[in-house]
């Protein structure tokens, strides 16, 4: 029996940021008592709560967010389990070996990276999630994922409150992207895939033209163990 699973996190005023990337507000701008309807005003960044990165956030060179084929966002996936990791500690290909066992035996094009991280959600602990290694990244490229998502900040380390962030360079996103591939965060709610029998998950972002990224309404359908 399948059922379907949101992934998402709200998108609310003042909620978690990338250390620099615009802040997000969500204000009435209509209302039916005075407009005769509702209609809200958002303030956000292309790369605002539940999202997706098209290797041009990371290299002008390469593809925009509308020139990327539909089947990056979906299909079926595999979860990596790699919970219970300390602050920033790295995620390895060792670590990655059960899912690429998997991946091996049937190969697909997404991977869910399960961290736990998501707990964290609101506070300054969110920040220092674990984090892919470029070995682990490419480990991933070469059993055939092109997409990769994380509930947690980003796949590369975040600079911590007083840390610059010109110190932070993207390498597993430029392994993965480097391929034309498509990384998505601040996913909720992998744990609960953990373990089961077959997931589909998409990632549809919003339509925009010559994007970086964009956030999304992640959903993933579920074929329990």
Known sequence: MSHWLDLSVPVVTGMPVYPGDPEVTVSPALRVATDGVNVLRLHLGSQSGTHVDAPFHVDDAWPRLDELPLDRFAGRAVVADVRGLPARAPITPALLAPALSRLRLSPCGILLLAT??????????????????????????????????????????????????????????????????????????????????????????????????????????????
């Open 116 to 225: 736990g991280w998501s707990a964290h959600w609101g506070s300054a602990d969110y920040l220092a999630h674990p984090w892919l290694t470029p070995g682990a990244a490419e480990s991933l490229v070469e059993a055939g994922v092109r997409t990769v998502a994380v509930d947690a900040l980003s796949i590369d380390p975040t600079p911590l409150s007083g840390e610059p962030v010109t110190g932070f360079g993207l390498p597993a996103h430029r392994v993965l992207c480097g391929t034309g591939g498509v990384v998505a965060e601040n996913l909720r709610n992998l744990e609960r895939l953990v373990g089961a029998r077959e997931v589909e998950v998409f990632l549809f972002p919003l339509r925009l033209p010559g994007a970086d990224g964009a956030p999304v309404r992640a959903v993933a359908r579920v074929d329990s163990p």
